[in-house]
């Protein structure tokens, strides 16, 4: 044999050793876990994200703005990409909020709401990849639907989910947890409180609302405001009942 | 769980109203609703006066299915892409519902056992129902359905139409409220707001105009934080280094300590590790900006096997010599699996739930859906700590989703 023969055969290896590698590569490209990994690592150090603003902004910036697949993974376009990544997501938040019932301003409550807001095709939030796509087809869209550009930021989840926790005192009842503690803060506004939670599979339980769907209790999400002339009673009961719990902690401090 | 009524299709959703008072089963006015509706399609206004028990989202569905059980009776299940599903038992009435006034409703045996099958399911939730159109043959309701659901996703009137009642209530029953919802309505104000708040130019960070009009990269926000020591040019050269031009950016900063975690996408090495002195900078300066000068980590979140696979493909990882050795940076794979492992494991999951009750462990535990979740929560902690500890972090996996 040659050098030629030689060089032949290595390269001929090389080549099937790669295509090997390629055949693997189809199915290991690794994505959507950097969204996942910074959104949790800042929920577990910034008490600014355990309060329903402060998530609304984190998912906001994390997922929406710098980016998620939701035309894929929410299963819109072929179906072949679609994966629970975002779903994954909640259910980690959620096993925070069960681990530590006080360190979370939002009850398990919003995360079922947000999961299923995702899938429902209401909001825009979910709609195209990232920042750029989101703009191009809002702006499309309200020419074909000639709908004025003032009223699209009613299309994003996280400002109807304002709304609805200032305006609604039943909403603000299910999605605000009456045993949070806000953390003290210090002079110039910011602190770091980090919580460790238990990770192991064994302390970890199954998300049951979130996973299996949805539950009866949940009320008419969409539209209207059924009860205008009880609002008031509702949100009088609320804050006597959060007085109540605020004093039961004054007494066992 | 069983709830008697009627199923109709609005034009966001898929509704049961239930039947109010116990006793009769269909009242005349929910009669009136039904033959009212003439297109099958009934405007959402209408329905929304009443409570309804079930409401399934027109986008969320993935498929409709009906089997007739006997002559009467099919069994109608709804599977929607969040891994709920609805089942219903509809009773054929016809187009004669104002005969049946009060009618008797004599359940066979075969009903009884469908209920007592469908509550070993645990999951799903059954409900006993007639349809608010005039068809007689629930197939046909079904495939009417279908081909509406389909052509409203595609048209997007759903979204359309949800803004158009969600305006009305607005002005009805909150008409001071413009302030509040310019709140998250523009990105570029929100994200400068959040990273003001987290004092980022205090420290020595800036803003960048470099992707102001997406021109390094389309799937990165307007805003984008870079380290104080660079300029906007050494935030293009460096994009080229990253895959999908998702180069290093700010996203939280330690507020006493001056760690930065920040994210990015896989770099553009290859099997030979190559590496650019534009991404190095980069590395070099997020490393400086921390205030006790400890060397940066670099997480990536996948295991190492891919990112070999990557590298094959001209990506992979970073080169810590390149940087300057292990006083400068240091490298560890999380070792989170894919996403179609997450999807394999969610299907089962769901599937073994459907067939046991929850109480069973097999199901979830074949399923390795918390075993994912624990992976996902430990490379979050290990992130934490580190960020306690003074170390700044950079996270990516592959593209840097």
């Known amino acids: ?253 | 769980m069983c709830i008697r009524g009627f199923l109709i299709v609005t034009d966001l959703r898929i509704i049961l109203l239930p039947n109010e008072i116990s006793g009769s089963e269909w009242l005349d006015d929910q009669i009136s609703i039904a033959a009212e509706s003439q297109d099958y399609i009934t405007p959402d206004e209408i329905v929304t006066l009443r409570r309804c028990t079930v409401q399934i989202p027109i986008g969320s569905i993935e498929d409709i299915k009906v089997v007739a059980v006997d002559i009467r009776t099919s069994n109608l299940v709804i599977n929607c892409r969040d891994g709920s599903n609805f089942e219903f038992i509809v009773h054929n009435y016809g187009s004669k519902i104002k005969k049946y006034r009060s009618p008797v409703v004599d359940f066979t045996l075969l009903h009884e056992k469908l209920l007592q099958q469908a509550k070993s399911r645990n999951s799903s939730y059954i409900y006993r129902c007639g349809l608010a159109t005039d068809d007689i043959i629930p197939q046909v309701w079904c495939a009417r359905v279908v081909d509406y659901i389909q052509w409203s996703i595609r048209e997007d009137c759903v979204w359309s139409k949800w803004l158009q009642y969600w305006k009305l209530t607005m002005d009805t029953y909150f008409p001071k409220s413009e302030s509040l919802w310019l709140k998250f309505s523009n990105n570029i104000v929100e994200l400068e707001r959040e990273f003001q708040r987290q004092r980022v130019q205090d420290g020595n960070w800036m803003f960048s105009e470099a992707n102001n009009r997406y021109q390094i990269c389309s799937s990165y926000p307007q805003t984008l934080v870079i380290p104080g020591l660079l300029v906007d040019d050494d935030i293009v050269l460096a994009s080229v280094e990253r895959s999908k031009g998702r180069v290093a950016a700010l996203v939280w900063l330690h507020p006493s300590n001056q760690a930065a975690l920040c994210r990015a996408a896989q770099p553009m090495s290859g099997i030979a590790g190559k590496a650019t002195e534009a991404d190095k900078k980069m590395c070099l300066a997020i490393k400086a900006s921390g205030s006790m000068g400890k060397p940066l980590r670099i997480a990536d979140a996948r295991p190492r096997l891919n990112a070999n696979a990557n590298a094959l493909q001209g990506k992979g990882f970073e080169n810590i010599a390149f940087l300057g050795g292990p006083s400068v940076a240091s490298l560890v794979f999380l070792d989170i699996e894919n996403i179609h492992v997450m999807r394999s494991s969610f299907l089962k999951l769901k599937e073994g739930l459907l067939v046991h009750s929850p109480e069973y462990d097999d199901s979830i535990t074949s399923s390795k859906w918390l075993y994912h979740i624990s992976a996902v929560l430990k490379g979050s902690v290990a992130i934490a700590e580190s960020l306690l500890m003074g170390y700044p972090i950079l996270v990516h996996c592959s593209d840097g989703w």
């Open chain 1, 1 to 253: 044999m040659d050098g030629n023969h030689i060089l032949f055969c290595l390269l001929l290896l090389l080549l099937l050793l790669q295509l090997q590698f390629l055949l693997l590569l189809l199915f290991v490209v690794t994505r959507d876990r950097t969204s996942q990994l910074s959104a949790l690592s800042q929920l577990l150090l910034d008490p600014y994200y355990r309060t329903l603003e402060g998530y609304l902004v984190l998912l906001n910036k994390e997922f929406a703005a710098f980016g998620h697949q939701f035309e894929e993974r929410l299963g819109k376009s072929t179906g072949k990409e679609t994966s629970p990544v975002f779903i994954q997501f909640l259910d980690a938040t959620w096993q925070l909020i069960y681990q530590f019932p006080q360190e979370f301003e939002f009850t398990a409550y919003l995360l079922t709401f947000i999961l299923q807001s995702s899938f429902s095709g209401y909001f825009s939030t979910f709609r195209g990849n990232h920042d750029m796509d989101r703009h191009r087809w809002l702006r499309l869209s309200s020419r074909i639907e000639n709908i004025p550009s003032i009223d699209l930021p009613y299309s994003s989840l996280f400002c109807y989910l304002s709304i609805l926790v200032t305006m609604s005192p039943i909403y603000h009842g299910l999605l605000i947890n009456p045993f949070y503690r806000p953390k003290m803060t210090c002079a110039h506004g910011r602190i770091c409180s980090y919580i460790r939670p238990r990770c192991g599979v064994n302390d970890l339980k199954l998300w049951r609302e979130g996973l299996l769907g949805f539950s009866p209790d949940i009320i008419s999400f969409i539209v209207g405001n059924p009860y205008p002339s009880q609002q008031e009673n509702i949100a009088m009961t609320a804050l006597r009942l959060q007085r109540y719990v605020d004093s039961l902690y004054d007494w066992i401090a």
